[in-house]
């Protein structure tokens, strides 16, 4: 059984481990695509972006708390994940819900084993969503870990150093 999250330094859109890969990343319930994380991955590929945009304006299924699967190559998936309301800090805290987010990880967990794949991520909802690393990483052990789906969490290299891997999304 898996136990360890591994943390490496790197760019989260480009895992370099063998077989098959899901990058996972927060969305926003409000339709919103364009600041954070999302424009690293809208570099590499249009297909998520378009995806979830796509899925905001049918509202089949666009809540918090789901997934979306979005084929960018024939081994690697990006993992849309609504877990944050809104865009803003508000009277209920930061944009952030980890109720949501704990969802998105146990439905994205069945998905990763189903496909046989890692779940690559930066440090989700720790940027923009405005969440908080220590409250994150439990989750994602009581979901993923637990399931025994491995797990890499990147943080940037900056010339400044590392950047903490904040996923600004």
Known sequence: ????????????????????????HVCDDVGAWGKGFVLALSRRWPQPG???????????????????????????????????????????GPPIRYPAVESCLEKLAVEALRLGASVHMPRIGCGLAGGTWDKIEPIIRQTLLEQDVEVYVYDLRTSAGPTGGADPT
């Not at 059984?1 to 899901?22: F, I, Q, R, S, W």
């Open 50 to 92: 378009q995806t979830y945009r796509d899925w905001y304006r049918s509202r089949d299924g666009f809540a918090l708390g789901e997934i979306q699967l979005v084929p960018v190559q024939p081994d690697l998936w990006v993992a849309n994940m609504i877990g944050q309301h809104g865009i803003r800090k508000g009277p209920d």
């Open 1 to 24: 059984m898996t136990t360890e999250v591994h943390y490496l330094h790197g760019d989260a859109t480009d895992p370099t481990v063998e077989g098959n890969k899901v990058i996972a």
